[in-house]
C-alpha cells in the first residue's frame, strides 16, 4: 500500500511513506509492519471489517453526499452502543465502558490535515493535469512548478505558501475544471476573450455583475467596458464591485466610468470630522496681490 509504505524490504524492515509517518506522529501511534503473506498477524482486523459490514451496511445504503454518510453512520455507532454489552465487561454497555476510559485517553487538539502532494508544472493556459483531468489556476503562476495538495474530495495547488487555487476534486477523466476568476488578468488585457473564451462559457456571475451586463447590451464595445469593471475585482474585492454597480444602477448610469468613480471613492479614506470650509480647503500657495510685478512686464517690453 503505497500510501502507507515507500519500501518493502527483508521481514518487516519497511520505509514508510513520509505522510503516513506525520499522520502517525500526530496521533502518536507507532506503526508495525506485518511480515509479507502472514495474515494471522494483522489481529483480525480483515474479520473486524467484515463484522462491521454486516452489521451496519447491509443491506446496501445510498447516500446524497460523504457528509450524510458520516453522520449516520456516527448516529447508528453511538447507537449500536448503547444497546449492546462490552465483550469483557458484561454488566457495562459499549457505551458505559468509553465513558469510565474517556478521562484517561489523550485529548485530540486537532484534526489531521491529510492529503497527497505531488509537484506539477502550470501550462501556458494556467492549467495543471492531475488524474487524468485538467484544473486551472491563478494566471500568475502560468508556467510555473506548483505544488498539488489531494484531499478526498478536493484539490488545492499551492504556489510557495500562496494557494491558487481550490477546486472539488473529479473522479472521471478527461474533464477540464475552469475557475473563470483565475483569468481576470488574462481578460483584462484581451476583453475579447471574454465572448469565445473557454474559461467564460455558461458562467454564472454573481448578481450585480449580471445585472450590469445585460443593462451594458452586446458588442465589443459593451465587452470592453464590462470587462473594466470585471478587472477591478482584482484590486478592490467582489463586494465593493457589487456595491458599486448597485450604486450606480440604482441611480440610473449603467457606465464602467461611473463604476470606476464610485470604486476610487470607495478607497479614500474616512474623515474622523466633518468639513471645516475655512481649513480643508484653504489653498497651500494663497495668491499675492503684487502689482509692482506689471512693471517689470512692462520694463521687459521696452527692452524687446
Known amino acids: 500500500m503505497k500510501t502507507a509504505v515507500a519500501a518493502v524490504f527483508v521481514g518487516k524492515e ?7 509517518l506525520v499522520m502517525a506522529d500526530h496521533y502518536m501511534v507507532e506503526p508495525t509492519a506485518c511480515t509479507p503473506a502472514a495474515g494471522w498477524e494483522k489481529g483480525q482486523v480483515e474479520n473486524q471489517v467484515q463484522t462491521i459490514r454486516g452489521r451496519f451496511f447491509q443491506p446496501r445504503l445510498r447516500f446524497a453526499s460523504i457528509e450524510e454518510l458520516n453522520g449516520w453512520l456516527e448516529a447508528e455507532c453511538l447507537r449500536w452502543a448503547a444497546l ?4 469483557e465487561q458484561k ?5 458505559e465502558a468509553l465513558e469510565l476510559e474517556r478521562p484517561a485517553l489523550q485529548p485530540m487538539l486537532a484534526p489531521f490535515d491529510g492529503f497527497h502532494e505531488t509537484a506539477h508544472a502550470v501550462t501556458g493556459t494556467c492549467l495543471i493535469s492531475f488524474d487524468r483531468n485538467r484544473y486551472s489556476v491563478m494566471a500568475k503562476a502560468a508556467r510555473r512548478a506548483v505544488q498539488v495538495r489531494a484531499y478526498a474530495d478536493r484539490i488545492v495547488v499551492r504556489l510557495g505558501d500562496e494557494v491558487i487555487a481550490e477546486h472539488a476534486r473529479h473522479f472521471g477523466r478527461d474533464r477540464t475544471i475552469y475557475d473563470p476568476w483565475h483569468y481576470l488578468p488574462v481578460l483584462a488585457n484581451k476583453p ?4 469565445n473564451g473557454a474559461p467564460f462559457q455558461g458562467w454564472d456571475l454573481p448578481p450585480a455583475l ?9 458588442g465589443d464595445e ?6 473594466r469593471v470585471l478587472a477591478a475585482v482584482q484590486t478592490d474585492g467582489l463586494d465593493a464591485v457589487e456595491a458599486a454597480i448597485r450604486e450606480a444602477l440604482d441611480a440610473g448610469a449603467a457606465s464602467d466610468e461611473v463604476i470606476l468613480n464610485i470604486l476610487a471613492r470607495y478607497r479614500e479614506p474616512a474623515t474622523d470630522r466633518p468639513l471645516d470650509v475655512v481649513v480643508d480647503l484653504k ?8 502689482c509692482a510685478r506689471y512693471d517689470t512686464v512692462r520694463g521687459l517690453d521696452a527692452a524687446a
Open 91 to 95: 454488566e457495562l454497555t459499549v457505551a
Open 210 to 218: 449580471a445585472r450590469l451586463r445585460r443593462k451594458l447590451g452586446s
Open 222 to 227: 459593451a465587452d470592453r467596458r464590462f470587462v
Open 192 to 195: 475579447g476573450a471574454w465572448r
Open 84 to 87: 449492546h454489552p462490552h465483550p
Open 283 to 290: 489653498l497651500s500657495h494663497p495668491p499675492i496681490a503684487d
Open 14 to 20: 519497511r520505509v514508510f511513506n513520509c505522510r503516513f
